[in-house]
């Protein structure tokens, strides 16, 4: 069977047909739940359908991924990261068509799709090195002939549950450091992008396949809220990640504590640049411009409020203004375009419903504010003009919507950027060495990412990305979150022949 379009044969070669089973369970293909389509939201038209899983697809896949733990976590963690490095020069292989698949199905635009692989084949490199620095401490002890050290031992199974806005790079920041720290990974993806799902898991598995490892080590699901509410149930998973809304990741936060397992959670982001007096403008413009447009304003990190100084409002609104005119938006694989469409119809439903509700409090819209239409879900890049205190302002609506607003010291702008429910990314544009320390300190911003003269978007891997508040305080990729995917143990050594008691306690 062919694909419906000459321009999805490319498909062919990452693994994919028109029709495929969405599970991966047991080292083998297969599926018994609903037949869904992939969309392409530039004309809302079927690129290839697929069955997702069904809860006995997802049962025999969790039986075989536990006992394929047992095997995992014997291997040394160099050689798991071997494994992991195997997995990154797969990746390559495969770059620009996995890219170009992630551009088509997700809607963002090609340099953003290709970049989104290379950041799981980065997170591969890191995992690698990593493997061999995955080091305890040696403690002082207060007891004559005692020692003390922590030891760090694989989890067993970790559950990945990842967003449509970024298929494949969250599942690299878990997967990959899970992995090199002895763990399995069972993946659900997002339900909209379950193509990018499966080209992944074909590369990874086909790579343990040739390591005569079992396939079950990397178990994954296309599938929909009952697989991905199965995996915050399922006590043999002892820690998930879990991607998207502040709303749902409560609720999987309450499930999964109520079986004491551990939560990772990345969530809603409502995140502010602030743009002083002394700031260099051309480059604050430009932050702000690929802050709140990249990805059609559906990244958590997405600039969604824009505080200007007083004294440079104007003059940074009609420079802003003017470059959001010039944006190109159109198909996601044209070279030039900046602005792709919105993910699905909904997303475009969405978008309305939120400018009806930014009117109705009092926002005045600068630019955009409109559907284009078309077959696709398109809207205008759209700046609006607001009170820092409207209800919606406290919300993140994921589309790109930026609102704007005045202040006149740095501690009501900082005041302002802390005053909503999340806590992910900020960013101050300044040259004053008193107020990035002070952004930098106990006082400043309360967000996980606290950026200076760079947008809130574009993390690095090196770093532990994550947020405070609704955001969820999850850390994942760089930095010690790999902690996170092991378990501790303290253990003490009397290598003695007394038995001294801490504190000084002399019992009998």
Request: hydrophobic fraction near 40%; glycine fraction near 10%.
């Amino acid at each position: 069977m062919e694909f419906a379009k000459q321009e999805y044969e490319f498909l062919s070669e990452i693994g994919l047909s028109p029709e495929t089973p969405g599970c991966f369970v047991n080292g083998k293909w297969k599926a018994h739940g609903p037949t869904v389509s992939s969309i392409n939201p530039v004309n809302n038209q079927k690129i290839a359908t697929v069955v997702e899983a069904s809860l006995e697809d997802y049962e025999e896949g969790m039986k075989a991924c536990s006992e394929a733990s047992k095997i995992w976590m014997e291997l040394p963690a160099p050689k798991r990261g071997e494994v992991v490095r195997q997995i990154g020069d797969a990746l390559r292989e495969k770059l620009h068509h996995l890219g170009r698949l992630l551009s088509i199905e997700m809607g963002k635009i090609l340099p953003e799709g290709i970049g989104e692989v290379q950041e799981v084949i980065d997170m591969c490199d890191f995992a690698v090195g990593l493997s061999r620095q995955l080091n305890g401490s040696v403690i002082p002890s207060e007891r004559p002939n005692h020692m003390m050290l922590e030891t760090w031992n694989p989890l067993g199974v970790v559950g990945v549950i990842t967003a449509f806005n970024f298929p494949c790079a969250v599942l690299g920041w878990n997967a990959c450091i899970a992995l090199v720290c002895g763990n399995c990974v069972v993946w659900k993806g997002a339900p909209t992008t379950p193509l990018i799902t499966i080209a992944i898991t074909k590369l990874v598995s086909e790579v343990f396949e040739r390591n005569k490892l079992p396939g079950a080590i990397f178990t994954s699901f296309c599938g929909g809220a009952e697989i991905g509410q199965a995996i915050a149930k399922d006590p043999r998973i002892s820690l998930v990640s879990f991607t998207g809304s502040t709303k749902v990741g409560l609720m999987v936060q309450q499930t999964v504590h109520q079986r004491f397992g551990k939560c990772l959670l990345e969530l809603s982001g409502n995140n502010a640049i602030i743009i002083m007096d002394d700031a260099d403008i051309k480059l604050a413009v430009r932050s702000v411009l690929f802050a709140a447009v990249g990805t059609a304003g559906q990244r958590c990190t997405t600039c969604r409020r824009l505080l200007i100084h007083e004294s440079i409002y104007q003059t940074v609104l009609d420079q802003l203004v003017d470059v959001y005119k010039q944006v190109k938006i159109g198909d996601p694989l044209e070279k030039g375009t900046l602005l792709g469409p919105l993910h699905t119809p909904e997303s475009r439903k969405n978008f309305e419903k939120g400018i009806e509700n930014i009117k109705s409090q009092g926002g005045k819209i600068l630019t955009g504010g409109s559907v284009i239409e078309s077959e696709g879900n398109f809207v205008q890049p759209t700046i609006v003009e607001i009170s820092p205190t409207a209800d919606i302002v406290k919300e993140e609506l994921f589309a790109p919507v930026l609102y704007v607003m005045k202040f006149q010291t740095f501690e009501e702008a900082v005041k302002i950027n802390n005053s909503v429910p999340q806590g992910l990314s900020s960013s101050i544009f300044t040259r004053s060495p008193e107020n990035i320390f002070k952004w930098l300190g106990p006082h400043g911003s309360d967000t996980g990412i606290v950026n200076v003269n760079i947008p809130t978007n574009g993390a690095e891997i090196g770093g532990a990305f994550g947020g405070e508040k609704a955001t969820g305080g999850g850390r994942e990729a760089g930095s010690d979150s790999w902690k996170q995917y092991m378990r501790r143990s303290t253990c003490t050594i009397n290598y003695g022949n007394e038995l001294p008691l801490a504190q000084g306690i002399n019992f009998g």
